[in-house]
T-cell receptor, first 111, second 115 residues
Framework: DTGVSQDPRHKITKRGQNVTFRCDPI?????LYWYRQTLGQGPEFLTY????????KSRLLSDRFSAERPKGSFSTLEIQRTEQGDSAMYLC?????????FGSGTQLSVL | AQSVAQPEDQVNVAEGNPLTVKCTYS??????LFWYVQYPNRGLQFLLK??????LVKGSYGFEAEFNKSQTSFHLKKPSALVSDSALYFC?????????????FGTGTQLKVEL
């Protein structure tokens, strides 16, 4: 069990560019979550997958955001046409029960 | 809408003294409540959860939390604090029914344990 892995750890991009983050959950976990955390705030829910099905999406997830989980394994979160307000830590978590296991996150900075 | 409040941005306590980190919730129906801890440069780690049963829940590293339905609170406690407990603590909750799998987190409380 290597835990939840997220790649990259840090991403610096220019406004208007597209970025994609990857999350590798714990292998036996069928549930996968994406959260966003800004300084001084708690994590905010973005979206939830059960296996390959995306079952919930937050209103925070604008049309510029898309997430996938092909074959119910790893997941990707893409942000198109990034804006400065997208700068945040993007957290992935996986679970098979109520207990979530979080990755270390991807810190996005939009210049 | 569900919400979780942590009224203290920071809590300072001397090593060996008891600590309390406060949390109140607003969740429809029966709540699922959690505490997570975040150390610098590391992901959030699960401490404990309340789903049903005894109001006093025991978790990792000697922490416990008391569910109080009448006060809608779920305060985190430890009888004797350690310097290594210094970290950022998050309370989180969701509804048992109808809330989906969306966990709502509080804004976090920075715990500082000093010698």
């Amino acid at each position: 069990d290597t835990g939840v892995s997220q790649d990259p750890r840090h991403k610096i991009t220019k406004r208007g560019q597209n970025v994609t983050f990857r999350c590798d959950p714990i292998s036996e976990h069928n549930r996968l979550y994406w959260y966003r955390q800004t300084l001084g705030q708690g994590p905010e829910f973005l979206t939830y997958f059960q296996n390959e099905a995306q079952l919930e999406k937050s209103r925070l997830l604008s049309d510029r955001f898309s997430a996938e989980r092909p074959k119910g394994s790893f997941s990707t979160l893409e942000i198109q046409r990034t804006e400065q307000g997208d700068s945040a830590m993007y957290l992935c978590a996986s679970s098979s029960t109520e207990k979530l296991f979080f990755g270390s996150g991807t810190q996005l900075s939009v210049l | 809408a569900q919400s979780v409040a942590q009224p203290e941005d920071q809590v300072n306590v001397a090593e060996g003294n008891p600590l309390t980190v406060k949390c109140t919730y607003s969740v429809s129906g029966n709540p699922y409540l959690f505490w997570y801890v975040q150390y610098p440069n590391r992901g959030l780690q699960f401490l404990l959860k309340y789903i049903t049963g005894d109001n006093l829940v025991k978790g990792s590293y000697g922490f416990e939390a008391e569910f109080n339905k009448s006060q809608t609170s779920f305060h985190l406690k430890k009888p004797s604090a350690l310097v290594s407990d210094s970290a950022l603590y998050f309370c989180a909750g969701r509804s048992f029914t109808g809330g989906g799998n969306k966990l709502t987190f509080g804004t976090g409380t920075q715990l500082k344990v000093e010698l």
